[in-house]
């Protein structure tokens, strides 16, 4: 059984930093590009990070440059995200998902992940 959970979410002021982490479990996670996606009330899933599985290459989106880095663990099977310079515009539920054996740009196609986490809640407050 496939298992993705993210934790590491909460409350934090502008400004301020999270990480969230993504444990894995039933699959062999080297084989899984993998990457983050938020989402708010009323509005469809935003990408904002993914990491290929071949060469941990990374992408991320432009309203997350330079603030967020992705990064994976393929010892322990999990996934982070570092959030820097956080911002109220920041609040979302964010997701990690897997992507089996996927490449480069299509990472940015929330369609192209076979898995996903439950989310967790992440509030920036101004």
């Known amino acids: 059984q496939v298992q993705l959970v993210e934790s590491g979410g909460g409350l934090v002021q502008a400004g301020g930093s999270l990480r969230l982490s993504c444990a894995t479990s039933?699959?062999?996670?080297?084989?899984?590009?993998m990457g983050w996606f938020r989402q708010t009330p009323g509005k469809g899933r935003e990408f904002v990070s993914a990491?290929?599985?071949?060469?941990?290459?990374?992408y991320s989106g432009d309203s997350v440059k330079g603030r967020f880095t992705i990064s994976r663990d393929n010892a322990k099977s999990t996934l982070y995200l570092q959030m820097n310079s956080l911002k109220p515009e920041d609040t979302a539920i964010y997701y990690c998902?897997?992507?089996?054996?996927?490449?480069?740009?299509?990472?940015?196609?929330?369609?192209?992940?076979?898995?996903w986490g439950q989310g967790t809640q992440v509030t920036v407050s101004s």
């Open positions: 998902a897997a992507a089996f054996l996927a490449r480069g740009p299509g990472l940015f196609d929330e369609g192209k992940y076979q898995y």
């Open positions: 039933g699959v062999t996670f080297s084989l899984w590009s």
């Open positions: 990491i290929t599985h071949s060469d941990g290459s990374t």
